[in-house]
């Protein structure tokens, strides 16, 4: 185990170089750069800022710097917002996207997870459709409809909520971004609970532990639910990685101060060095959880075994 | 299955059987919920694109004088709002109202004003989005007073109008337009080059199959906004050219479906059969394999178009996609989530189309799986 969890460390060396490098490259073939504002600079204070950036040096050259300074852990400083490195800017705002990431992520494992065994358990009956028709719903909503529609209701109708805001982390502004971003994950987790729950209870050995007399609650519990988990471990890497990381979408309509607004900023402000340290961030998260999922899947299964 | 296949083989030699596509159609006409889909679509979609030219308002017209209106099933403009209309027009002619009454369709009013009025001031009230055909009736000797009339022109605005006064009902309509065509758009690009470079690296297999493979496997693992973003700086604000770019975006998970697809194909017993029966190549891919990739393909595009849909309107909501005054979906939601304190109407109509759209094609990709799944019986 040790052994795989090592090895599947070192394959995740090559797999970075190779995101970060694409990504380097890539949005230095964008037409444009960091100081080409619309109003424009002094054409000597571009020159300047360039040289002192090092945007004038050839491009492999800037790409072994870059290199050279990531490997060291420095992001290198944000062209656009000049009072911040790149490191500093995720200090402050990856906390406040992981609280709220990891928030709604266990939200929707456990309601989605509830949700999908009442569906299974109830099979083609009121409560199997009810479950159905809002995972429907919730995968198909898109989220830049649910968050307003959220702010409506809540914030301005009925005077529940605030509109938006961090408030320095207050409980109460955390519940409408929370709810936003867990909603069309409780409508998957629902859904491939219901599938993989019915498909556990046909199996062999719950058919055994209910012939040999066992309450239905440790049937259910102990016995499908670790067969059934499978599917949602394996759905829950990815998902969290996305949600750990931040969405746009929530943190601009509800002004949250998070990481996942920096992404599209950035790369439209040709902050190199801003784009870069989102897309190394999200690439870490990504590799970490696959890996986890991974370790998990062999917990969980006793047949899976990394050997 | 055989057993079946074997009694009708002894009993009559004539069986006409059912071709795929028509069981799949039988099949999908049984089940309701996705009849009613496709019907909804239809109906969505000949809305869109006959809808803008039966609406009396373009979608691009301006109204200044209903600005952010709400929603009425009744002809505009309500009583109280003539007045208002009509103090802002006279206002323009540099006169005071001095009394004004209606008549039936027909307003009339009497102005005042410190210096001699002029004849040609009747074209202020044309202009004004809420009379019609003004006319001088009658005017003092001294030219400083005046009576005009206008007839009041009566406009509908079933949707209300946004906040610079244009039409939300043709709005809406023109979103959907472009919304609905940009979605098959990309859906199409994505298909055609996910079943190309599948099926080729499912068929060749081997090593070409595995670089290929791996070359799917790189893009996938960069962030999936992270090339959107960067087709959108690179094709500008051409929405043709960056859904084209989008729907190359998206072929990624088309391929793999396909490549799996072809793979499987390749190893089952009736294409095994077939190659002991010395059926050539080419024949065995179109007869056998062809029609089995185009189950999952239906069904994966009828999945990817929401995607697509859904896709845009984020960019569109990030101010990324389509530009003003062309619309779409997302440009309304975007518009309406920022004042949905004062006219909730922006966000509501927009919101039921596409939400409503998206369930259509979500309950007809269900049924399309269903009908197309040969197990699922």
């Known amino acids: 185990m040790l052994l795989y969890v090592l090895r599947r460390l070192l394959t995740a060396i090559p797999t970075m170089f190779v995101i970060v490098t694409v990504a380097f490259f890539l949005i230095r073939v964008a037409p444009g750069g960091p100081f080409n504002q619309e109003r424009g600079l002094q054409p000597a204070i571009k ?9 004038n040096d050839p491009l492999w050259l800037q790409y072994l710097n870059y290199m050279n300074n990531l490997l060291h852990g420095n992001f290198g400083p944000s062209y656009n917002l000049p009072d911040f490195t790149v490191g500093e800017l995720f200090a402050n705002g990856l906390p406040v996207s992981i609280q709220l990431g990891s928030m709604a992520l266990v939200l929707a494992l456990l309601v989605g997870g509830a949700l999908g065994i009442v569906a ?141 607004r920096y992404f599209v900023d950035a790369a439209l402000n040709r902050d190199y060095t801003l784009v870069m ?31 | 299955m055989t057993d079946v296949a074997t009694a009708a083989a002894l009993g009559k030699s004539q069986v006409v059987g059912r071709s795929l596509w028509g069981d799949a159609w ?32 373009s979608y691009t017209t301006i109204y200044q004088d209903y600005v952010r209106t709400p929603p009425s099933l009744e002809a505009y403009p309500k009583a109280e709002m003539i007045e208002t209309a009509l103090g802002d027009a006279v206002r323009r002619m540099r006169a005071d109202v001095k009394d004004w009454r209606q008549e039936d369709e027909r307003i009339f ?32 000797a001294d030219g400083t007073e005046a009576v005009m009339s206008a007839s009041i022109k009566q406009q509908y605005f079933f949707f209300g109008t946004d906040n610079t006064g244009r039409d939300l009902l043709s709005r809406t309509l023109m979103a959907g337009r472009i919304s609905l065509a940009i979605g098959l758009l990309a859906g199409v690009t994505a298909v055609v080059i996910g079943v190309i470079y599948g099926a080729t690296a499912g068929f060749s297999g081997g090593r070409t199959d595995e670089i290929m493979m791996r070359i799917v496997d790189v893009l996938y693992s960069l962030p999936f906004i992270f090339f959107v973003i960067m087709l959108v700086v690179f094709f500008g604000r051409n929405f043709v050219l960056m859904f084209l770019a ?4 998206l072929w990624l998970d088309m391929a793999r479906i396909v490549r799996g697809q072809a793979l499987s194909i390749r190893r089952q017993e009736y294409v095994q059969a077939a190659e002991a029966l010395g059926v050539p190549r080419g024949g065995i891919l179109f007869r056998h394999v062809v029609p089995n990739l185009l189950g999952p393909v239906v069904i994966y595009m009828t999945l990817l178009v929401p995607q697509v849909i859904i896709l845009e309107s984020f960019l569109s909501f990030l101010g990324l996609g389509v530009q003003e005054p062309m619309t779409s979906w997302g440009v309304l939601i975007a518009a309406g ?41």
């Open chain 2, 109 to 140: 009013v009497t102005l005042t004003s410190s210096r001699e009025i002029d004849d040609r001031n009747t074209r202020y009230l044309d202009r004004s989005d809420t009379f019609d055909d003004a006319r001088l009736e009658s005017k003092s």
């Open chain 2, 246 to 249: 989008v729907g190359a975006v």
């Open chain 1, 277 to 307: 340290g989102t897309v190394v961030v999200i690439a870490l998260f990504t590799i970490a959880f696959n890996l986890i999922v991974d370790i998990l899947y062999a917990v969980v299964d006793p047949r899976v075994r990394y050997d």
């Open chain 1, 120 to 260: 299974a358990l109830n099979q083609n009956r009121a409560a199997d459709y009810a479950v159905i028709a809002m995972a429907t719903a919730g995968s198909t909503i898109p989220t830049f409809v649910i968050a307003p529609l959220i702010q409506l209701l809540f914030g301005l109708t009925w005077m529940l909520l605030p509109i938006g805001g961090w408030g320095g982390g207050a409980f109460v502004n955390k519940i409408g971004p929370v709810i936003t971003l867990s909603l069309p994950q409780i409508a998957i987790v629902a859904r491939l609970m219901r599938g993989s729950m019915i498909e556990a209870l046909r199996a062999h050995h719950i058919r055994t532990a209910r012939a040999l007399g066992l309450s239905d609650w440790s049937v259910i519990v102990k016995h499908a639910l670790r067969g059934a988990v499978l599917p949602i471990v394996s759905y829950a890497g990815p998902a969290a990685a996305a949600l750990l990381t931040g969405s746009i979408i929530v943190e601009t309509i509800f002004a949250i101060p998070g990481v996942g």
């Open chain 2, 337 to 377: 989530a920022q004042n949905i304190g004062s006219a909730n109407w922006l966000l509501i109509f927009p919101a039921v189309f596409l939400v409503s759209t998206l369930f259509a094609l979500n309950f007809l990709g269900d049924g399309l799986r269903h009908a197309l799944d040969p197990k699922d019986r």
């Open chain 1, 47 to 55: 020159a300047n800022l360039e040289a002192q950036f090092g945007l």
């Open chain 2, 26 to 57: 039988a099949r999908l006409r049984a089940n309701k919920a996705a009849m009613f889909s496709l019907f909804y679509l239809v109906l969505m979609a000949v809305a869109c694109i006959v809808g803008p030219w039966l609406v009396p308002h």
